[in-house]
């Protein structure tokens, strides 16, 4: 059973979730510094009864009623303390629809109005069995995906698309009783049908209508069943073997930095995308506005000191990349970084980089919102969602909603670009280009906080680890 100290703390994210404010607002209202409301929401400082009494009052309810838990704290919200945007009920707090919680009291600071009190807006009912009406929107509460392809689901969210996802965290740890940690293993369960709901519902008013389960083209069928088909995506296993060669004669000593790339895959989700199902081309003949897979001679690197867009191939010759990986390679021949490649045949379709936009700004809202306020819980919901969306739209059993391996290998590979256009930014500005690996590491000695702003946000970097090249490798 939990502690009042606890529930206070899940009531606290529960209800800061609902009005969508943030740590240093509540901490202003209620007379604390950002840092102390964070302390006290981690358990390494306790909640006083002062600050109970403050809390209560910021929320327009009474002390008993903050202290009754979050189901019941939640609905005792006065209206005038939700968002005004639109309705937040798109999915209930309390789907199994538990016995409706005891009246709330009166607030201690303010006297509501009669209306007021009887507007307390408790979590929306479920319509009755009976009734004909169609449900409101596609909640990330939907029903499991059936196997059988299905027409793209059009009807408008009940609210901005950041709330599907807060919605959905708050119904979580609401139905988990305050337990963070089984709150959070429902939530990564549920990823992938819930992300697949966030992205049917930003593409409503979309201006162009995505194929779902296209033909898949040859070459992108398995070549084997446990193998893998015929794209190289491009993953970098680089280090400078020069700078490596000098550091095991002793010949050079230099401190470097590894640097963690943040949510690699959430940014690569701005990409271009096929739109409709691939066609084939022959020639050496790039369009701009098309994506899809090519054949391409690569030509030759000719800068030894930064890793190539291909990443880690050895084998000389012709091979398949996709669009992001032909874009890098084009734009590395027009700074001369390399010789041009050639293209010898394509599949391709009319595309859009804008596809999923709306999906990706809302997943970026939230985590933002959910790094401000320590909330790891939801950190972690995001982090599964994007994830799971990239790595579950190929083939795979976990998501029937769609069949799209171009996309997956796209947006892998929009990641590892992404992570050379870090590197070519260090190298550019005068950092030494140590090893760049993987989907979100590069390793450079300088000094790179002049280049790359750091912290947790989507457009900066973290520094993993520091060693000494030539000393301790």
Known sequence: MMSTEETLRLTVAALMQLTRERQPDVAAAIGLTQPQLSRRQSGKSAWTLTDCDRLAAH??????????????????????????????????????????????????????????????????????????????????????????????????????????????????????????????????????????????????????????????????????????????EGRPKWRSADLHRAARAGHITMEVTALDMNAAYLAALKTWLPIGKLTHSEGDHHDPKRSGVHLVDPGEWLTPDLPSPLGSRQEPGPLWITEPTLRALIRCTNMNLSTPPKILESWTSGASEGLLEKMRRALVTVRDEAIANNDEVTTEYVKSMYSKFVSTIGESAANREIRRPDWMHIIRSQAFVNLWLKAHKAHKAGLTVVQMSGTDELHVSGNWQAVFPEGRGLSQVKAKNIYTLGGNE
């Open 59 to 232: 929320w327009g309810m009474s002390t008993l009623d903050l202290l009754a838990g979050p189901t019941h704290a939640v609905g005792c919200l006065p209206a005038a303390r939700r968002p005004t945007t639109g309705t937040q009920t798109a999915m209930p707090l309390a789907p199994s629809a538990p016995a409706p919680p005891a009246p709330c009291s009166a607030a201690p600071t303010a006297t509501p109005a009669p209306a007021e009190t009887a507007a307390a807006p408790a979590p929306a009912p479920a319509a009755p069995a009976s009734s004909a009406a169609p449900a409101p929107a596609p909640a990330l509460a939907a029903a499991a995906p059936s196997s059988v392809p299905r027409t793209p689901r059009r009807a408008a969210p009940a609210g901005p698309l950041p709330d599907l996802i807060r919605d959905r965290v708050v119904a979580a740890l609401t139905e988990a009783g305050g337990d963070a940690d089984a709150a959070q293993a429902a939530l990564i369960k549920r990823a992938v049908p819930d992300v697949m709901a966030l992205f049917a519902a930003s593409r409503v008013g979309g201006r162009y209508e995505h194929s779902e389960f296209p033909p898949t083209a040859g070459i992108l069928q398995k070549r084997s069943q446990k193998g893998s088909d015929a794209i190289w």
